[in-house]
Structure formats: C-alpha cells, structure tokens
C-alpha cells in the first residue's frame, strides 16, 4: 500500500528498522541472559531457540523458563505467561484504528511481531497521522527488526553463555528496565498519563507478592481505570459543550 503524501514501502520499512535500534540495544543483554539461563536449566539449547522463534516475549520467556525449571504444570506455565502478556491487549486497542482496514494477513502478522518496544516506536510513530492513512510497512520494519534482534541475541546466550556462568549476576538485566523507561517517560505527556503511570507502578510494586503475578495484572488494570477517570471531561466542560 503506497500513498502519494508518505515515503515508499521500503523507505517505510527502513525508517521503522531505524527508529527501534535504541530498543535493540537494551534488549540485546536480555536476550543473552535468557540463552545463558537455558543453557543451566532443564531444557535443550533448541528449546530456548524455538521459544524465542515462537513466543518472542522477553518478560514470558524468563518466566515460563523459572516455572520449567520448577516442575510447574503446563497449565500454570500457560496461566501465568498468558496474564503477564495481557498488557498486549492494550497495546493492540491502541494501535488498532491504524491497523483495522488493513487485511487479516497482515493484522496478524504485526500482531505477532508487536512487542513493548515495538509498541512505543510504532505508537510515535503512528499517533501523528489519521488512522488509516500510514502504511503498515513502518510497523512491520520496526517488528522484524526487533524479532531478528531477539533470535540473534537468544543464540549468542545459547552458544557462549556456558562461557560465562556469572553472566546473569552482573546487572546486565537492567538494560531492559531502562528500555522500559525510555518507553515510558516520553508518553508521559498529559496528568492522565502520568497519574496511571504512578498508580499502575507503585501497586505492581507493593503487589509482586501475589501469586501467577495476578498484582502486575491488578496493576495495570487499576492504572487503565485511572487514566480513564481523569480521560472523561469534567461537568463543567460538558456543560459548556452542551451549550455550545
């Protein structure tokens, strides 16, 4: 799809490729992380690659990967990874208008390349044109360049990580929080934003305790209500657009 007011497919796909590199940069040691803590726990090596290749979750991996590694049932395993990646339906509402006239084809395959960091790049991205009017191949750019990413660092974890067995002790891991973190400053642009920022942070926080990490779900879903809440115009304004 090429329209005449936007750059052509490849330069779309090449822009969206650029624009996530920073991303790619902090995902890259949790990849390695995840590969070195396969390669010490129950599952072969083609385990921890085909879980890259088919799940690309970072967060579900690693804890699928400590459930694994604990005797967990399949169901417990599934459960859990599946309220962890709830966060994904989010994602999806926010960037469906941009994506909803395209065909099922394509909607599933940026759905299954849409990642937190894929989410942010092609949110800026998006959010500065009128839903339906950018292509898709910015999107699809920014996705397979990060699942790429993800594949090649999950080997290098695989293939050296025996190499270094102290190689999770040495705060790589915080590459990732500070990912999160470049996610979700720049958003924080409007009080709404900033009050569910706040309120789904602190009660992740004071709620990590609970079990299958129903308080993270918990969390977000409190965040959503509150930035909702302070999204819904005040008596005054609908009074004054009444009489407008």
Same mark, same amino acid.
């Given at each position: 799809?090429?329209?005449?007011?936007?750059?052509?497919?490849?330069?779309?796909?090449?822009?969206?490729?650029?624009?996530?590199?920073?991303?790619?940069?902090?995902?890259?040691?949790?990849?390695?992380?995840?590969?070195?803590?396969?390669?010490?726990?129950?599952?072969?090596?083609?385990?921890?690659?085909?879980?890259?290749?088919?799940?690309?979750?970072?967060?579900?991996?690693?804890?699928? $990967?400590? *459930?694994?590694?604990?005797? !967990?049932?399949?169901? /417990?395993?599934?459960?859990?990874?599946?309220? =962890?990646?709830?966060? &994904?339906?989010?994602?999806?509402?926010?960037?469906?208008?941009?994506?909803?006239? $395209?065909? *099922?084809?394509?909607?599933? !395959?940026?759905?299954? /390349?849409?990642?937190?960091?894929?989410?942010? =790049?092609?949110?800026? &991205?998006?959010?500065?044109?009128?839903?339906?009017?950018?292509?898709?191949?910015?999107?699809?750019?920014?996705?397979?360049?990060?699942?790429?990413?993800?594949?090649?660092w999950t080997l290098a974890g695989l293939l050296f990580g025996a190499t270094f067995p102290g190689l999770q002790s040495l705060g790589l891991d915080f590459a990732m929080v500070a990912t999160f973190i470049a996610i979700v400053v720049p958003q924080l642009v409007a009080l709404r934003y900033f009050a569910a920022a706040v309120t789904a942070g602190a009660l992740a926080f004071f709620w990590q305790a609970w079990p299958y990490k129903l308080g993270l779900l918990a969390?977000?879903?409190?965040?959503?209500?509150?930035?909702?809440?302070?999204?819904?115009?005040?008596?005054?304004?609908?009074?004054?657009?009444?009489?407008?």
């Open positions: 799809m090429t329209h005449p007011k936007h750059p052509a497919r490849s330069k779309e796909f090449t822009a969206g490729a650029r624009d996530i590199i920073p991303m790619m940069v902090g995902a890259a040691p949790f990849g390695v992380i995840f590969g070195t803590l396969v390669t010490s726990g129950p599952l072969h090596l083609w385990h921890g690659q085909l879980m890259s290749l088919v799940v690309f979750a970072g967060s579900a991996q690693f804890i699928a $990967l400590g *459930l694994i590694a604990g005797h !967990a049932s399949f169901a /417990v395993v599934w459960a859990t990874t599946l309220v =962890v990646n709830l966060r &994904h339906v989010l994602y999806s509402a926010t960037l469906a208008p941009y994506v909803s006239h $395209l065909p *099922l084809r394509w909607r599933l !395959a940026l759905g299954g /390349v849409l990642t937190d960091e894929v989410f942010a =790049v092609a949110w800026a &991205h998006y959010r500065h044109h009128p839903p339906g009017s950018v292509s898709p191949y910015y999107f699809l750019g920014a996705g397979l360049a990060m699942y790429l990413n993800w594949q090649i969390a977000v879903l409190a965040g959503v209500v509150v930035g909702v809440l302070l999204s819904r115009p005040s008596p005054q304004r609908r009074t004054a657009e009444v009489a407008q």
